[in-house]
């Protein structure tokens, strides 16, 4: 599967932005979808991950402000990212890998990446 990310920006902190990640083929629902992020000179972050169902996890620090979601008609995963800080700003990546019961938050467990789309908080 191919994953292209888009609608990263430049925004000021306090304000939101939607991210969406569009998968190429005929089988999105057979995968769990996550959003992983990177800022320079840390390690990949998870952030998100919806299953193939209805399930989602989300990383501690981010739960009330970011929402994860999917529509399979239009095989897009979405971040919803309200009330944004300087310090969310990163490289935001989708990530793919095939349904299994429990959700992972390891980038590893990921078998496929989109390039990544760029999110800015200014202060």
């Known amino acids: 599967v191919q994953l292209q990310a888009s609608g990263g920006g430049l925004v000021q902190a306090g304000g939101s932005l939607r991210l969406s990640c569009v998968a190429s083929?005929?089988?999105?629902?057979?995968?769990?979808m996550a959003w992983f992020r990177q800022a320079p000179g840390k390690e990949r972050e998870f952030v998100a991950a919806v299953s193939a169902g209805v399930g989602s996890i989300y990383a501690d620090s981010l739960k009330g402000r970011f929402t994860i979601s999917r529509d399979n008609a239009k095989n897009t995963v979405y971040l919803q990212m309200t009330s944004l800080k300087p310090e969310d700003t990163a490289v935001y990546y989708c990530?793919?890998?095939?349904?299994?019961?429990?959700?992972?938050?390891?980038?590893?467990?990921?078998?496929?990446w989109g390039q990544g789309t760029q999110v800015t908080v200014s202060s």
């Open positions: 990530a793919a890998k095939f349904l299994h019961p429990i959700l992972e938050a390891t980038p590893t467990r990921y078998d496929y």
């Open positions: 083929g005929r089988t999105f629902s057979s995968y769990d």
